[in-house]
């Protein structure tokens, strides 16, 4: 979540019980975090997937069916996009099983190996819900859409899915933490496979989506 370093530069973080730090009434938590929603997701959505289309229209001098059909999102086959998906999230989880007990082993503790717990420090259980379902589609509009379609057209199948999977990886980086880049790196290189697979993007939206509820649900279960 590249927006939130700078936020946390700026303001306390609200449910912070440091001393240091005023804290903020209950209903101005409830207004930070709404702020912070909006703010996040107009700030992928431009970045993630109003680049990728102004590129398209004034490089690419595409039109808008020939953006929509570059991106693979077409509404063929969104049957076998589904099927994939359901594979791929069994497989997503499997690997990241694994490499977190390998990490484990190494001596990382489990709370390093991703970020979600630097997002329940700003975000209500309610609007990182809305997060988790909503931003998927952003990140893969511009990961398995656009750059997975622009280095296809010079480096091919296997250069797409390395590279797109390291930069998935790179962009979940946090603060004095490269395990979540470790642990999420290989999930990139699934879904950018079911995308070229299906030839439909909405496999990786579908398969993204349900990978982030799903760690949502296990990640409140322990507090319920």
């Not at 109003?50 to 509404?75: A, D, G, M, Q, T």
């Amino acid at each position: 979540m590249v927006i939130l370093p700078i936020i946390s530069f700026f303001y306390a973080t609200p449910t912070s019980e440091s001393t240091e730090n005023p804290k903020l009434s209950e209903s101005g938590k409830v207004v930070f975090q709404i702020f912070l929603l909006i703010f996040q997701l107009a700030f992928v959505f431009v970045l993630l997937i109003i680049f990728p289309i102004l590129w398209y229209f004034i490089v690419n001098k595409c039109n808008f069916k020939e953006i929509i059909s570059r991106l693979k999102l077409r509404l063929e086959n969104l049957d076998k996009a589904f099927l994939w998906a359901a594979l791929s999230v069994f497989l997503m989880f499997a690997v990241s099983i694994t490499i977190g007990f390998l990490l484990t082993k190494m001596g990382v503790a489990g709370k390093d190996q991703g970020n979600l717990q630097d997002l329940e420090k700003y975000f209500s259980p309610v609007t990182l819900l809305i997060l988790l379902a909503i931003q998927p589609t952003t990140e893969e509009i511009f990961f398995r859409g656009f750059l997975l379609d622009k280095i296809r057209s010079f480096g091919g199948d296997y250069m797409a899915i390395v590279l797109t999977g390291l930069l998935f990886g790179l962009a979940h980086l946090s603060y004095g933490k490269i395990s979540p880049a470790i642990v999420i790196t290989p999930v990139g290189f699934i879904l950018a496979y079911i995308v070229i697979k299906t030839k439909s993007l909405y496999s990786a939206i579908f398969a993204h989506t349900a990978f982030n509820l799903i760690v949502f649900i296990f990640s409140i279960l322990p507090n319920s």
